[in-house]
Each structure stands twice: as C-alpha cells, then as structure tokens.
C-alpha cells in the first residue's frame, strides 16, 4: 500500500451488516426464487440449503481468513502466500482473475439493477401523474438501458469511493434494515391474497424424486455461490477489514444463516405472488414450467401489481425499491475488489481509484446493453457457473494447503483463544484440504456432462 492507511469495519455488527448487504442481493431476491420456479420448487430449495452450509460456508471461511490473514486485496493475498516464484506467480494470476471476475459480474449486474432502477421510477412518474415518462421508463429501449444503469454506477462508485466506514458499512448498516422491513411488509400483504396457498405448497413440499437431478444440483451450487458472493475475492477484502479480535467462524456462520434466510423469505414472496397473480387471471406456466428469468420479475409481478389498483403502485414501488437497495449493497463489495487492488498496488487514492475502476466496468455494461443477445448470458454463464466455483477450489487450497496449520490456528485463535477443542478445528481444516474442493469440482464435472 503506498502511505496509506487501511479501512476496517467499526465493529462486528458493521462487518456482519456490509458482509450480508453484499450478499444478500439480485440473486437472493431474484436469482434464488426464480431458479426455484425453474427447478421444481422445494426440492431445488432442499439442495440448495444442503450446498450452502456444506459447500459455501466452508469456502466463505476460507476467503475470510485468507483476507484477514493477509490484511490485503486478493491479487496481493495471493501472490504474498507461496514461498516459490512459481506459486507466487500462480497466486497472482488467480487473483487477478477473481478480480476480472467480479468487475465482470459487475458489469451485467448493473444492467440488470438499472431495469429495477427504471421500474422504480416508472412507478414514482406514475404516481406524480407524469404518464408519458412513465410510459418511456416502462419500455426497454437503448437510452433507457444506458441511462438508468449509469445512474446505478454512479451510486456505486460513490459509496465506494467514500471508503469502508464512510461509505460501505455506512450505508449497508442503512440499507439492510430498510430491505427486511419492506420485504417482510410484502410478504405479509401478499400472504393475505387468494392463491397464496397454492404457491406455499409449490416452494415447501418437495418433489424428492428431483432432487438428485444433475442440472438441480449445479443450478443450486452456483446460485449458492454467487448468493455468497464467493470466489471473486468480495469476502476476502471484506474480510481483510475485520478487526483481529473478532471470531471468524461466527461471523462467517452468521452471513450464511441471514443470507440463506433472506433467500428463504424471498421465495415466500415471489412463489406466492406467482399464484396470486394467476387467481387474477396472469398465465404463469410457459411449456408447462413455471415462468421465470426476466418474465417473471419484469412481467408476471408487474401485471399482478396492476390488478391491485392505487395499492398496486405503493406496492411495485416498495417492491423495485427492495430490488434497487439489495443490488446496491451488492455492487459496491464487487466494486471494492478492483479499487482495493488500485489503491494497495498504484498511487491512486480510493476516490480516483473507484471512479476509474466503475467507468472500466461502465464500458462493459454499455456492451452488453448494445449486445445484449450475443453477450449476456454468455458472460452471466462464464463469471457465475464457470469462473466463480473453479475459483472456489483455489481458495480452498489456498487456505487449506499454502497457509501452514499452526498459521491457520494461530488466525483462528484471534477472537476465540479455544478454538483448537472445537468441533470447528477438528473438521473444518481437512475438509476445507480436501471434501469441499472435490465435491465442488465434481459439481462442476456434472455440470459439463
Ligand atoms: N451475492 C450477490 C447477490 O446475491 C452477488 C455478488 C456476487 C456480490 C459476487 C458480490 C460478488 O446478488
């Protein structure tokens, strides 16, 4: 780092409210439901539950002791580890991938957020009675596109240029009560419609025969790991911020039981509102599958909000305002894994840094707005399913093979002198050298077949 001193989050509950703010996002309250839709309802919930504690909770920890071990962003944490030029070397190239990796992610997600941002607004030039910008915020169009995705960048850039106290932890502490609130306040409404039931059944009575479904399994473990931001380098800075003498497995026990759980309670919003909106007379099965992707959060609840009348307004409003708020507390953690890089290996300060990084990543976006057929889900597919869990299986090797045990316990100990005659120490190092990155290859594997 060049003369500058290091951010740290205030306290736990800061670490735990940014660390939750990043990934609780799109992929919980859209990714999460939809592949549910897609996959079956609870037996895709079921697997995802098992793959999560299993699978991505061991990796997390993994990405937050190699953070705060190495008090540094991933490129540098990485290639600080090994002792030989050639491990070096590697870790670097890792590392650098992580970070092409998350700006990518980056890059569609704020295309994706910009699409709530213009529906957010489209509701808010309804209810002001402004019916033509209504109409032009409604309809996808190229300067549509640009326009409400800039204004999301902008947002991002600047809390992230604020810092990690001022900005991240600040507004994340902000934002996620907001988010709970609302979605907890939708939820209740929705319950109370005709048609909730039917949707209830659909999320939470499995159908077991599937769950043993290979495209289930890789759908669940790649929503798994991209709901906890895994594998792109987001935990490791953020846990590169978190003070020495906090407890890592708790901290990290607790981002991936809210995380899970605020997935769990959007599926308690969307499936439900699904079959509402068919009691009003919306068609929610396409080729006999439920309806989802794109379809199903800009069309299906759209139409079902318009059979509320004036309720329906307040409504869509609260329910894109919850979109908007759980990408943005998403985006700034992807957007601090290039600046992090920036500010720790260049003389840039943050602000610079994290203007220059989001109008890289803002090129990217305007790409795929112009292209979107032949890119979009090419990049969604390569970040999220291809580079996330192969990056996955590094950092476990990393945390499991390159930092030496008494290394490993002697991190650990900060903040929980006991750990060595816990169940945690007696399980996790050899399953985090070996189990997690064979059953994630082996995902992987199947998903290739
Ligand atoms: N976890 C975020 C979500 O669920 C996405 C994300 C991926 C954030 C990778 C940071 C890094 O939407």
Redesign the pocket.
Known sequence: MKGQARGEFSSRLGFILAATG???????????PTNTAENGGAAFLLVYLILAFCLAYPALMAELIIGRHCRANIVSALGGLPSGKIGRNLGVAAGLVGVF??SA??GF?SLVAGWMVAQLAAQGATLAGADGLADWLDRQSLARDMGCALIFTVFTITLVGEGVKEGIERWSSRLMPLLLLLLLALITYVMSQPGAALGLKVYLLPDISRVLDGELIISALGQA???????????LIYGSYIPREENLPTLGAAVTLI?MGV?FLAGLLILPALFVAQQGGVEIYQNGELIAGPTLILQVLPTLFDTMGTAGIIFALAFFALLTI??LT??I??LE?PTSLLVESTVLERRSASWLAGGVIFMLTVALVIWFDPLFALVVTAT?EYS?PLLGIVLCLFAGWVISRNKLLEELRHGNPDIEHSYFWKIWPPYMRFFCPLLIAAAFIQSLR
């Open positions: 990043s990934a609780v996002g799109l992929g919980n309250i859209w990714g999460f990796t998350a992610i980056l997600y790991f991209f709901s906890l931001s895994l594998g792109v380098g987001t935990m995380d997935a759980a990408a998403s985006s953690s992807m894994v999220t996330e």
